[in-house]
């Protein structure tokens, strides 16, 4: 069974530019969570789907974010104007229906550098 | 806030000796996860520890939790150079199934 996978590994971009990630979860997963983690610091929280809905999406940093996850399959993550503090490695991460504030399965990560 | 902060920022050890990791948070919790990250790739899912558990065992891995502390530690026992990763805890607040991650420990194993 595949894992969680994530699309592009790194992305470098200028200040300005718009960048879309994107993140296929485990087949089957209802539950999709997109996480930051800043160099040095913690993991955040930035979203969770379940299926195609918006769950909770208090994480998200400000409205330059924009999440989606059209029929509730795989979800993008785009970034409009980016700034320079968006660089980070953007994990990721599915669980089951029902299985939510368990075990997680998280993607290898998207590194965005924003010059 | 909820967030768990691990300690030591940075471990390292010889192969074949054991690594203690702890974390401590702030607030009441449904339960505490521990995940392990390697160099590139996404966390791993490791133990899960709930409110009412005390201690988990996982092969060679150790997870006690004190709530009354609002601790948790993580044993590796007889560490191997494969072991070495960063390792995170990951704590969901009473009423929230959010995990909220810390900054993790860096363990690094010497052959």
């Known amino acids: 069974e595949a894992g969680v996978t994530q699309f592009p590994s790194h992305s470098v971009i200028e200040k300005g530019q718009t960048v879309t990630l994107r993140c296929d979860p485990i087949s089957g997963h209802d539950n999709l969570y997109w996480y930051r983690r800043v160099m040095g610091k913690e993991i955040k929280f930035l979203l969770h789907?379940?299926?195609?809905?918006?769950?909770?999406e208090s994480g998200m940093p400000n409205n330059r974010f924009l999440a989606e996850r059209t029929g509730g399959t795989y979800s993008t993550l785009k970034v409009q104007p980016a700034e320079l503090e968006d660089s980070g490695v953007y994990f990721c991460a599915s669980s089951p229906a029902g299985l939510v504030g368990g075990e997680q399965f998280f993607g290898p990560g998207t590194r965005l550098t924003v010059l | 806030s909820q967030q768990g902060e691990e300690d030591p920022q940075a471990l390292s050890i010889q192969e074949g000796e054991n690594a203690t990791m702890n974390c401590s948070y702030k607030?009441?919790?449904?339960?505490l996860q521990w995940y392990r990250q390697n160099s590139g790739r996404g966390l791993v899912h490791l133990i899960l520890i709930r409110s009412n558990e005390r201690e988990k065992h996982s092969g060679r891995l150790r997870v006690t939790l004190d709530t009354s502390k609002k601790s948790s530690s993580l044993l590796i026992t007889a560490s191997r150079a494969a072991d070495t990763a960063s390792y995170f805890c990951?704590?969901?607040?009473?009423?929230?199934?959010?995990?909220?991650f810390g900054r993790g420990t860096s363990l690094i194993v010497h052959p």
């Open positions: 990951a704590t969901a607040a009473e009423g929230s199934y959010i995990p909220t």
């Open positions: 607030t009441s919790i449904n339960n």
């Open positions: 789907f379940v299926k195609e809905s918006k769950q909770d």
